[in-house]
């Protein structure tokens, strides 16, 4: 089993910026993939970005493109999901999920994750 814990959500002014994080313990997989989704109230969950291990490859959805930024550090077992210029319409739950890399990994997939974190709530006031 696999565990995810996000954390740094918040309720931020329009413009701002934070850093959502992912802390996984567990079970340890030589090729994972760890992607963010996020879902804003009365809408679906959408693919916001991923990582890919132990490449580090990145892969974003394009759209929201540009103001994401998502990184990685191994050795803390930790994903980043940097935020800049926030908007009100990124207010959503976030998460964090993550799936072990057998052949193929299609991020933006939500289905083909094993393993999701409980969500940090972002909420970006105008």
């Known amino acids: 089993q696999v565990q995810l814990v996000e954390s740094g959500g918040g309720l931020v002014q329009a413009g701002g910026s934070l850093r959502l994080s992912c802390a996984a313990s567990g079970r340890t997989f030589r090729a994972f993939g760890m992607g963010w989704f996020r879902q804003a109230p009365e809408k679906e969950r959408e693919f916001v970005a991923a990582?890919?291990?132990?490449?580090?490859?990145?892969l974003y959805a394009d759209s929201p493109k540009g103001r994401f930024i998502i990184s990685g550090d191994n050795a803390k077992n930790t994903v980043y999901l940097q935020i800049n210029s926030l908007k009100p319409e990124d207010t959503a739950v976030y998460y964090c999920a993550a799936v072990e890399i057998r052949t193929h990994y299609y991020p933006a997939d939500a289905g083909l994750y094993d393993y999701w974190g409980q969500g940090a709530q972002v909420t970006v006031s105008s």
């Open positions: 990582i890919s291990w132990p490449e580090g490859t990145t």
